[in-house]
């Protein structure tokens, strides 16, 4: 019997795109051990989920690998297996965390189903007893109302909730291994905490292995042991964490840890002259939200208010960051103030004028001068359009090119400013990394030049070098052009770097609002504090205290019949 | 000449009876497989065969006709013209109508003004449309008194439109009609009349079922019940035959003649009719108001291919209108013949060398566009272009009624047996359009001639004057005769005593089922 | 979704008497008139006119109509014209063979489609699916007739297994239920094939598998499901389509449906048997289409009902 | 040549200066060319027009010549697909019977899918009252029956090939139109359908950009299979004197003549039913292809 449950070597993986054979795992080797944690970081597109899908042998119908390649598990050659033996694998010894939770998701089956239907698979147990045990395992990923949710469908969570129903499947039959390809992305940093701690735990208990992909150093450094850095498609360097961390040798490492945002970070003096502006009233409000509402119905009879009359405003050339329990209602807000969500009441005025009175004809002028970055990248780009083609169309709508040929060009530098490769204009969707999906998505939202730009999530699937490049793109274009945004996130240290303002959202309401500064060093309301004391620090060395709020003892904290006041000079708390 | 004695048929009918019930080929359940289902079974508001097959078996009429078309006794046992206009009739003393109630003058008298009742608008109406008066003379004798001397009433008389019904259901059904329903209502649910055999029950478009007449005054049927189930494909009708799903296949296909007879246990009934199936021209219209365009078009027209080919020999050549078994029809009237030659110099002496192009009407039956298309083909050879247009049975009768037709494909049956029915409708200028001259044509020489025809009560003198219309028909050829179609059934060989009357009426009262 | 129900079911007026309106102008168009295609070959003008007016077929059209709609509102729907027996009598009569016809050829169609398009969906471009493919299309090139006149004689002559006509014994109903569902089932078959080509590729799917999941649960609970929108919009008109009338598959089988009963009435201008036979067709259709609506909303419950 | 336009579109700097529409034109057909069964389908569509177009140069006979010494021949050498109920040899009258056939299966479903389909995705897209109306007349058009309306339009217009396509073109807008729906609905309220009104994109960019590429391949299966129906309906309606009359070698109306044979001379109705078969599997075959080469996923 070997000691490692997984040895990978020299696996290469090429795509064919219809002319040729792409080459995007080269010569990739890596070993996890029983009970072991393995990192693997590196650059967005650099062939992370590849790797992680051919353990699986989930490989997408046009990936080749190469004859060479050997993934052994438990001793065993996986390249070698036949579908059926895999079935054996997959869901009882390996389970897997995709990368895209919105689109991993059955959209016309239950979500308890879709747990519960791997226990039933590998386990004899009853219906009754994997209900139970789907919900225990809700529960434990820190889902709400774990009875209502079970009986909902995907499309009816939040982002975070969905991960965290991804996560539940493939932990519901206690794998050997664990893959887990960016798990943690969509969920703030408490519920982040949770989660890596009860896989902490189920390691302990169980000792089960885990890959872990991961753009979060924050996260590697309180889970790994050992980690590799990917770089387009080769392992550029691979050793303990806490050696990497304090002795890269490579340069793409060394850029990379260079590139994580600091939380500590001051605000530069620019940033403060424009909160000054904010402040005393000169700078013109360009958004406010009076009261917005947006209720949906659950079940019988019951609703539920995923946003309930929330009022805030936003200036122009500010950038306003959104933070929150995942579920809290920020995608939900972004959605109604653009109306892509109808709002139950309220209003939005945008320059003046309430949008939710708008006719169709100035509603498309408005969409010229506001964007929206999706939260879920994949699902928001149409599976049969080419890149060029779906950045493209934001330019056809509003006549923003003036030939085929400026079109062309706009496109390829609009693809060069998030990081992207011009050639990949061609290419559709499903072809594509989940961070550059993402990106696509910015280069759409950035293609008509709007006025303010919701930006929900943009940058939880980017590595921290790509992240830095796409955060000084905006803050470089809100410079130029006066932009305004509103930034979705859970990377506190990144909101707290690109936002001048930060609003703090808890069941649908705003808790807190202030400027970052003041709102990061004196937090008020109890879920900032929470939020805020749960920020994984990128540094192995920095031990894990243990002072995490585990989900049983977690209280609720009551918002009831509260109202947003001031308590100090800009500084609002909901009491 | 026509009365015959009234006493012999009815005994032959009860002796054969008795026989049978003797022989022990008694009882059993005859199923009829048909192409449609009856309209109507009240005989005065129906004219379709399935209809009158079924209703011939309920109803009686005063007189029948024989297999050659000759005039017998039937609920009348003796009639006779009393002057040109009055035609007495002597009727049967024992009859009972399945309700138990009598039959006599007074039901008689009953019926026919039923017939004629404008309210009732009964499609029979016009089989009696001259008779003016009916008078009992007393409880069984009844007079017809005509408008005008008619001399072929006996033989509209025979017709099953006649068929007597019970009073009782006449007035039954006159309540219902005040009460909104339409006529016919109650005697469609509840047929009643003094055939051999009962109604029983109607399943509407599926079967109609039939007992037997234990009381019937000619001697009880030897079937139990008769079955006539409705099974529209011809190939499933068969199927079913073969199968011995069903005793008799009404009708079958000329195709299918030699698969019948290649079957144990199948046999073929084939029956010579009264119909006639024939290529009208619109008179009317240029180029066919020219006698010589008609007759040559007769004359390139193969009647003997159109037999063999399409009906598979089954059916006899028409020379005119009238079949042989028709009262006046005259052998020795010789038709144009198919000549090519002939045909081309004709069209050419009526000024068309090169030909012309017409087009052709059908209806949607695939005999008669079979027929067009060879005909189609065989004008070719004249340099006559036709085309072929198929037009919806609805339409058709309207557009041809309209005379909006250039040539048409139709038919006719002559019903009564006698040549003024086959002949009086079509050819008469006072019969344009719907009452049957879809081809306008008339000449006041064929007017008088079947206008006194018609009147003259010698038979002799009739059959003389229906030998000129005929000479004159063929000459003037109005439409091209094609051919007497033939009736074939496919006979279960367990089925014994069935004959096809030349109507296409199924004869049942003698039959029997050996099983 | 009862509200739902309610306002469909309140959309089925308008529904109706669009199509009486339809029907009623369409049979004033075309040539034809039922008082002649009763006579047939020769009627004196009198007579014609006698039944017209009988009839009630010179009042002026709008009185027609109104007469008519008048009739239904009170729940008559009219006599027929040739028989003068009461439309709903002649129409009900028929309703229970053509709506059994429909039920059963669906069933099979959907039976026999969904596990043949799913192979093929699952085996693409193997030989199951080019030989599938190939029945499938020959399965619906060919004309009712052929296929049931096939079945009669090799099974009923042949074999003398069923009966080649009538409707109610087990031996008449197999016949005709295989030769109409036999379109049917080829049609599904395709459209399913096509619509799990779309899902089969999709993430979840893979998530699916990565559960470990046979692949029959996952082409049966995790794809067809998300493939069925336009399955179940082919197997409603399909279904729609079999209660309008097969009328060849009646009329081979000697099966006493609507189908047949309203082209000939179509045929006879039988106006009153032809407006009650299409009244009786828009309901069951309308009705149909609610359930195929209704099944969208179970697929997918993002699609909202209304 | 093909291969040469494949090869070109590999090199950017060429794509640079060509137009954008000819690049995806090319690279559709590039994908479209390596997919075997599109690349059969439209073959075997070619020849099929092909043998229409020189459909008199083919065959050894006239389509109408009659002869009623040749009865109802079962195939033969003489007589390759032996000969109908006038002596017609059957092979000569498929092949002259090709044009029309194709004509009135490919404008008939081409027409109706036009219509249908817009009016479904408009149905679908908008829901509410929109959709109310139209769904429910396509009830009212459903529930109608079609031999009404044919013959309503053979009174009215008369029997033209045309009215023909015309009237079987109307019997199947409402079978697209709820196809189309029914995909719609379930496309119109997926994410990036969202994205595009985030946009800004006017309904028919949505419409034709988003929905209509996405619920494409119910549509194509549709219409593929559609041809057979709409074959066999037109040779229903030549009974009512619209299109093609006798003795034109339309192939529906070859088959039902056939029906009065089926006992005797199966040939007669079973090989136009073949015939058509050929030509059904040719556009579905096609359909496959096309549906796999719009597949971005598909790469084979
Ligand atoms: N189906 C495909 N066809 C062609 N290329 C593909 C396909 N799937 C992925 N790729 C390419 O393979 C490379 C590796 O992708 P992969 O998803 O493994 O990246 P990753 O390391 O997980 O990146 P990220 O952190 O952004 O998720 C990318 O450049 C991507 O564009
Ligand atoms: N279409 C919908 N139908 C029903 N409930 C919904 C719908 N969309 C969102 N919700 C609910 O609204 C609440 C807020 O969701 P929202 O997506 O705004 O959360 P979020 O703050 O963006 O969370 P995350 O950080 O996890 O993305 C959640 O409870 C979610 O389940
Ligand atoms: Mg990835
Ligand atoms: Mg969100
Ligand atoms: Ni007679």
New interface residues.
Partial sequence: MTEKLLQVENLKISF????SLTEVVSDVSFEISHGQTLGIVGESGSGKSVSA?SI?Q?L???AVVDKRSSIRFNGEEITEKS?KEM??????DI??I?Q?P????????KIGR?IS??IL??EEVSKKEAAVRSKEIMHLVGIPDVDERYEQ?P?ELSGGMRQRI?IA??L?CSPKLLIADEPTTALDVTIQAQILELLQEIQEKTGTSILLITHDFGVVANMCENIVVMNQGRVVEAGTTKEIFSHPKEDYTKRLLAAIPNLHEEKTAEAKAKLMKIYSGTQEKILEVNGLAKHFPLGRKATLKAVDDISFEIYRGETLGLVGESGSGKSTTGRAI?R?HEPTYGETIFNGLDINKFKRRQ??????KV??V?Q?P?????????V?DIIG??L???KLAKS??K??QRVEELLDLVGLDR?FS?R?P?EFSGGQRQRI?IA?ALA?EPDFIVLDEPLSALDASVQAQIVDLLEDLQRKLNLTYLFIAHDLATVKKISDRVAVMYKGNIVELSDSEELFENPVHNYTKKLLSAIPVPDPHYEATGGHISPDEEEEISIDGQKLTEIRPNHWVLQ | ACGTDDSEPAADAETTGDEQAQDGAQGGDLVIAQLSDAVSLDPHGSNDTPSSNVAYNIYESLLVTDENMELQPGLATEWEAVDDLTWQFTLREDVTFHDGSEFNADVVKANFDRILDEDIASPRSFLYEMVEEINVVDDYTIEFVTEYPFSPLPAHISHNGGGIMSAEIIEEDYAALEDGEEPGSVINQNPVGTGPFVFESWTSGEEIVLTKNEEYWGGAPALDSVTFRVVPEGATRLADLETGAVHVSDPISPSDISRVEGTDGIRVNQQPSVSLSYIGFNAEKEPFNDKLVRQALSLAIDKDQIINGIYQGIGIPAIGPLAPDVFGYDEDVSGLGYDVEEAKALLAEAGYEDGFSTTLWTNDNQDRIDIATNVQAQLQEIGVDVEIEIVEWGAYLENTAAGEHDMFILGWTTVTGDADYGMYPMFHSANFGTPGNRTFFATDELDSLLEEARQNPNQDERQELYSQAQEILVDEAPMSYIHHSEFLLGVSEDVEGLWHHPTGIMMLKDVSLNQ | MLKFLGKRFVQMIPVLIGVTILTFSMMLLIPGDPAQIMAGESASPEQLELVRERLGLNDPIPVQYWDYLKGVLTGDLGDSIRSGRPVAEEVFGRLAPTVELAFYSTLLAVFIGLIAGVISAVRRYSVTDSVIMFGALFGLSMPNFWLGLMLIQWLVIGAGWFQASGWGTHQQMILPVITLGTAGSAIIARMTRSSMLEVIDMDYIQTARAKGVSERVVVYRHALKNAMIPVVTVVGLQFGSLLGGAVLTETVFAINGLGRLIINAIRARDFPIVQGGVLVFAFLFVFVNIIVDVLYRFLNKRISLN | MHEEISMNTVDPKQTQQLDPNIVRFKEFWKKFYRNKSALIGLTMITILILIAIFAPYLTPYEPNAQNYDALLESPSFEHWFGTDHHGRDIFTRIIHGMGITLRVGFFSVLIGMTIGVTLGVISGYYGNWVDTIIMRLMDVLLAFPGILLALAIVSVLGGSINNVIISVAIFSIPVFARISRGSTLEVRELEYVEAARALGANDLRIIGGHILPNIMSPIIVQATLNIATSVLTASGLSFLGMGAQPPTPEWGAMLSDGRNYMWDAPHVATIPGLAIVVVVLAFNIFGDGLRDALDPKSKN
């Fill in positions: 064919d795109t219809g002319e899908r699986m989930l997408d119908k046009n579908e079935r054996k694998i997959r869901g009882k389970g897997m995709f895209d919105m689109t991993s998701l059955n959209p016309t089956m879709q239907e791997s698979i590998h469908y499309h991804v499947i493939a519901a653009l892509l509603m498309k002028n408005m969409r010229k964007q929206f999706f879920d994949y699902s928001s780009l149409n599976p049969r359009k080419k060029e169309e934001a056809d709508i509003h085929k040929l079109r062309k050639s061609q559709f499903h998505g759409r008509v």
